[in-house]
Nanobody
Framework: VQLQASGGGLVQPGGSLRLSCKASGMILSVFSRSDKGWYRQAPGKQRELVAQ???????NYADSMKGRFTGSRDNSKKTVYLQMNSLKPEDTAVYYC?????WGQGTLVTVSS
């Protein structure tokens, strides 16, 4: 199983990005029955939860992301998404996706003018 994260890049404050995480080699039933999440790690800081998408399709967010970030999934594509709006410089980090016990390689998001 591999999780391929993409969509990171450089964006100005106030801008938006959409991250994707596609699971390959994972059967659909495992994908649909696994909790899914996005985490991030900024330089010199510990990895922190950004968004969690439960099996029941409930999304939970860290307080600083509420109202700005939206996590979603497409079972048919075995892909998890993170829509990030109103980005701030403090959102700069490597973002990792997690599906069950699997982790993606991370995609760098840099918010800077």
């Amino acid at each position: 199983v591999q999780l391929q994260a993409s969509g990171g890049g450089l964006v100005q404050p106030g801008g938006s990005l959409r991250l994707s995480c596609k699971a390959s080699g994972m059967i659909l039933s495992v994908f649909s029955r696994s909790d899914k999440g996005w985490y991030r790690q900024a330089p010199g800081k510990q990895r922190e939860l950004v968004a969690q998408i439960t099996i029941g399709d409930t999304a939970n967010y860290a307080d600083s992301m509420k109202g700005r970030f939206t996590g979603s999934r497409d079972n048919s594509k075995k892909t998890v998404y993170l829509q990030m709006n109103s980005l701030k410089p403090e959102d700069t980090a490597v973002y990792y996706c997690n599906i069950g016990k699997y982790w993606g390689q991370g995609t760098l998001v840099t918010v800077s003018s």
